[in-house]
């Protein structure tokens, strides 16, 4: 049996939709030059290509990490590996914090095994980590996989113990947070080396968790025949599990933990794909959510206020935009039309709820930015009425003009009493007409509050 402790995060922003902005030879290389872990973006082929492309000559095809009818539309992401690197050395030194602290392991868990320190202690001498790796988005959702190599008889039964001393190692809750500080530099750092700077980080600032991972779910990979059964005495008690027979073996789904039994070790990572990409789609429309929620208050609170709108009928089409786009890309009848796929996406969906995310997502984007269209509508109404009221003050302007160069002196002395008196009267009406045109607004409140 193995552990695998997967989970998304949210960078906090997006330089993008798709994996456009890691294309980026001369940034990869700089990054990889910089640091000790290693990144590597590789573009897969095109699934589609236009008639006389395809008559052109061969296209190699590898969709979605070369799963055949697997199609992701939000890119494959730069990926890093995170083995040998000094994180991966904090991440341990800290899950032995964690272990040895009485607040986490004496009141938090106080159930736990007597011998958690040697327990620890001993997977990481024994076993240790296989492969961690981090696969980062253009829309700033991340994925973390970290997994284990094969647990021996001896501490397979402490494979949750084992999960949580490294789920709050992670967090830095129970220890130094060395390796959240430094992962956390990583993510924004690998993001400011590959942005473009147009825009798009400051339009989709979101707020995310202070300690950055929102959680994780925990992956029991079944290899042996009696592997099954210990891992459904290990989280008895921990998560619901629903099982769901694919065609690349058995699934027991939960929402914080999933048992895999796969029927052929070569195809489970179809599997592994899935939940992956379950996982990502979910924190990209959570992220999306809060960014959107963020608007909405911004620009009630602005409303309220007076204060002055930082919003456009530029950015508020950018925004709709990536709203829809999110929707549409998130969808998992996008991801895959298989049967057996379909069957583990759904059970995620019911358990998560991404389809009301989606459209939760949705309606607060058109709300927001139809907020802010009645906003720069009313704005505009003002100018217009402002620009009216100064042209009519120009005009009357004119017609006084005119009217005192026929009331010369000379003229004035020859005219009678009433032909002046009648022109003195448009003259003063005129001004009087500008006048309260220019103060129209101030009136009407005047008298509204006087009521």
């Known amino acids: 049996m193995k552990i695998i402790i997967s989970g998304y995060f949210d960078a906090g922003y997006s330089i993008g939709i798709d994996d456009y902005p890691f294309e980026k030879e001369g940034a990869l290389t700089s990054l990889n030059s910089e640091n000790d872990f290693l990144a590597s973006f590789n573009k897969p082929g095109e699934m589609f290509a236009f008639a006389d492309e395809v008559s052109g000559g061969a296209f190699h095809v590898d969709d979605a990490e070369g799963h055949i009818g697997l199609s ?32 986490f392991m004496g009141i938090y868990y106080s159930d736990h095994p007597e011998n958690i320190v040697d327990i620890i202690t001993g997977f990481q001498q024994r076993i240790g ?70 825009g798009y980080e400051t339009l989709t600032r979101r707020k995310i968790p202070c300690d950055f991972f929102p959680g994780y779910q925990l992956i029991l990979m079944c290899n042996n025949q009696h592997d099954a059964s210990i891992a459904s005495r290990i989280l008895e008690n921990y998560d619901e599990l629903t099982p769901l027979q694919m065609d ?82 998130t969808r998992f009848s996008a991801l895959t039309q298989n049967i057996s796929d379909q069957k583990l996406l759904n059970a995620f969906d019911l358990m998560g709820g991404l389809s009301q995310k989606i459209e939760h997502m949705a309606s607060a984007c058109e709300i927001f930015t139809n907020i802010q269209n009645e906003v720069l509508e009313q704005k505009q109404a003002r100018r217009d009425k402002r620009l009216n009221v100064y042209a009519m003050a120009l005009t009357a ?51 509204k509050k006087s009521k």
């Open 72 to 103: 992701v539309p939000v890119g494959t992401g730069l990926k890093i590996d995170l083995s040998g690197s000094s994180m991966l050395k904090h991440l341990h030194a800290e899950a032995l914090e964690a272990a040895s602290d009485k607040r």
């Open 129 to 198: 980590f296989s492969k961690t790796s981090v696969n980062l988005y253009g829309l700033g959702i991340g994925y973390i996989f970290i997994e284990s190599a094969k647990l021996d008889e001896e501490l397979a039964p402490y494979a949750l113990w084992i999960y949580r001393c490294y789920e709050y190692a992670t967090y830095g809750t129970y220890s130094s947070g060395k390796f959240r500080d430094a992962f956390r530099k990583m993510v924004s750092d690998t993001y400011t080396i590959f942005s473009n700077k147009d």
């Open 248 to 329: 690349d073996g058995k699934i027991s789904l939960g929402w914080a933990a999933a048992i895999v039994e796969p029927s052929n070790v070569d195809y489970v990572s179809r599997i592994l794909f899935l939940l992956k990409m379950a996982q990502i789609y979910y924190g990209i429309c959570d992220g999306f959510e809060r960014l959107f929620s963020h608007h909405i208050s911004s620009s009630v609170r602005e409303n309220l206020s007076g204060e002055k709108s930082v919003y456009d009928a530029v950015s508020l089409n950018r925004l709709r935009t990536i709203a829809h786009t999110v929707a549409e890309f």
């Open 397 to 447: 302007l004119t017609i006084v003009s005119v009217l005192a160069d026929m009331l010369s002196i000379n003229a004035a002395l020859e005219m009678s009493g009433w032909i002046m008196l009648l022109k003195l009267g448009a003259i003063l009406g005129l001004i009087i007409l500008v006048i309260y045109l220019t103060f129209e607004g101030r009136f009407l409140r005047w008298k």
